[in-house]
């Protein structure tokens, strides 16, 4: 995904490298290049040799060390970077960033660099709640940079409170946002559906299903890594959604229906990956409904096809939910919905469908091209239907 990127990553003193040890793995995983200055203190922590065994890159301690080649250490990274992440960021280092001091091989590179800058605090929480703190952290936010967390809880030296670093998810989310910033899909707003409906039968029982949201939130993710403005409409889910998309919870399908028909008004196109109720309880009892009667029988009433009802220039994308007769109960559906493409899904090919991180699907579209994919995992599907949303997008007014 982000082969050709460059991620500086900036190390400062702190118990909470080994998170950073973890970013740059994930960083490395997803195909960026990364570099890594550490401070004098972080080496205290974890030494160089960790950071360099995952990036298979020489990482940099020493301004004054001697280079290959003839450049300027902290201008060569600064120019190299596509973003710049200090993680952890200690009080001392959002200081001299906040006021510009340029002492160490990180402060100079920072002061020098055009790219966007990331910052994770971590630090205890009386240093973090200092007035010079908050206003330091006040003055990068002014200057553009961005600033992830700190998170809230316990800290190294048994306090509680805001300074632990942000979870690495969370930290990896803002990079990519700034790596997808020129991807295929930058300025596009996508709606993604996810997860499945729950029809109340009454106050503590529901008719659902056995979506986890994996298939929608790996489109989410995808859709955010590639430059989209995202908006993730999720159901019932058993898995975190993404970070850095908006997010907005929803019960049932009535509810599902009301949020896309908002939402994908502005939207450049909209993906249903939920599994929505076809069929919910006419009524909702008010109270629990006791064990009296013998039997019990439930009406229900059809559910509004959500993604039909979806007007105007948007790309619909909608997926099939298929036991049998996958390609034409599928291409029955496209049409019947009006859609641009559908993802069929065999759910009874094994690793495939619901719950599962792998997917087999099958993408056709209006004139009734068929592409078989292999079984791949989630993410991979994921960027095959955002390819074909992007092959459409000409077509879309905004
Ligand atoms: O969440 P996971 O565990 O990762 O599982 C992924 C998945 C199997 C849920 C996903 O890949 C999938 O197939 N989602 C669609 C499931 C479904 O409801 O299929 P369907 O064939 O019943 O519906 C067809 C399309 O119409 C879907 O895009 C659905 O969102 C939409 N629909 C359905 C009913 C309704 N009332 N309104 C709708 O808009």
Known sequence: MFEGKNVLLCVTGSISVYKAVDLASKLVQDGATVDVIMTESATKFVTPLSFQSITHRPVHTDMWA?????????????ER??????????ANTIAKIA???ADDL???TVLSTKASVIVAPAMDV??????????NVKRIRNRGFKVVGPAIGHLASGLEGPGRLAEVPAIQAAIYQVLGQNGDLAGKRIVVSAGGTQEPIDPVRYIGNYSSGKMGFAIAEAARNRGAFVTLIAASTS???PLGVELVPVQTAMQMREAVLELSRTASALIMAAAVADYRPQNSAPNKIKRKQKDLKLELSKTPDIVA?????VIKVGFAAESQDLLQNATGKLKEKGLDLIVGNDITAPDSGFSVDTNKVI??????EADQLPLMPKIEVAHKILDRVVALLPRVAH
């Open 66 to 78: 001697p280079v290959a080649e003839f450049n300027i250490k902290h201008v060569a990274l600064a």
């Open 81 to 90: 970077a596509d973003v710049i992440a200090i993680a952890p960021a200690t």
């Open 99 to 101: 006021r510009g001091i």
């Open 106 to 108: 990180l402060s100079c």
């Open 126 to 135: 009386g240093m973090y709640q200092n007035s010079a703190t908050q206003e």
């Open 239 to 241: 898995v975190p959604p």
């Open 309 to 313: 009802e979806v007007s105007g220039s």
């Open 363 to 368: 993408i056709i579209d209006r004139n009734g």
